[in-house]
């Protein structure tokens, strides 16, 4: 049975991608089989054969050369995916996604499935990321840009997280910024201490 962890964040262009493919590469350094799931994927490109093309897919695979990747949705629109699937006619499904995922993890030793945005994004009118998670009864493990405001952010996601009887893993504070400060050091101290017991790092 593989281990399935789901990536999520605090908001939007935090680190996902980049948490997820450090991930993917130190598994692949130490000989886990690891793979990298995209579950949707927005601002796609067409590819060569046609079909588009997941950005976050190509990281995976640049950044660990012999690991397994793989893009569930693709839509070409860069916004939210309920939004994106509407402007291009199309309908994410529910039982369609949680199937391939499904079928997917059973390719892998250990999976790092990676969101869109945050908990709340719409992936349909009724339907979000974090009912995606609770559908796959996934561990989660919480990408929060380290910057001034976060902790709300943060806070608020953890709260979600546990109201759903969904378990926290693991918190990544990503310095988005540089130089670490006063601010981004409390930053650290807060979100670890609401944790209460969740593994909190900082990049």
């Given at each position: 049975m593989s281990a399935n962890y789901f990536i999520t964040g605090s908001d939007t262009d935090i680190g996902k991608t980049?948490?997820?493919?450090?991930?993917?590469?130190?598994?692949?350094?130490?000989?886990?089989?690891a793979q990298g799931i995209k579950a949707v994927q927005t601002g796609c490109v067409p590819g060569g054969d046609g079909r588009l093309l997941a950005p976050d897919f190509?990281?995976?695979?640049?950044t660990a050369k012999t690991s397994k990747a793989a893009a569930v949705e693709c839509f070409q629109t860069p916004c939210s995916p309920h939004l994106a699937a509407r402007l291009e006619n199309r309908r994410i499904s529910p039982k369609a996604i949680i199937r391939d995922i499904q079928a997917l993890v059973k390719k892998a030793e250990l999976n790092l499935i990676e969101g869109a945005g945050g908990l709340l994004v719409p992936l349909s009118d009724t339907w979000t990321v974090i009912d995606l998670i609770a559908a796959l009864r996934c561990e989660v493990i919480l990408v929060v840009?380290?910057?001034?405001?976060?902790?709300?952010?943060?806070?608020?996601?953890?709260?979600?997280?546990?109201?759903?009887?969904?378990?926290?893993k693991a918190i990544v504070m990503n310095?988005?910024?540089?130089?670490?400060n006063e601010i981004t050091e409390d930053n650290i101290r807060v979100i670890a201490k609401a944790a209460n017991g969740a593994f909190t790092c900082r990049l």
């Open positions: 980049y948490v997820t493919s450090l991930l993917l590469g130190a598994f692949e350094t130490i000989g886990v089989d190509v990281r995976y695979l640049e840009g380290n910057r001034l405001g976060c902790i709300n952010h943060a806070l608020l996601s953890i709260e979600a997280i546990r109201t759903r009887g969904l378990k926290l310095n988005l910024y540089g130089a670490q």
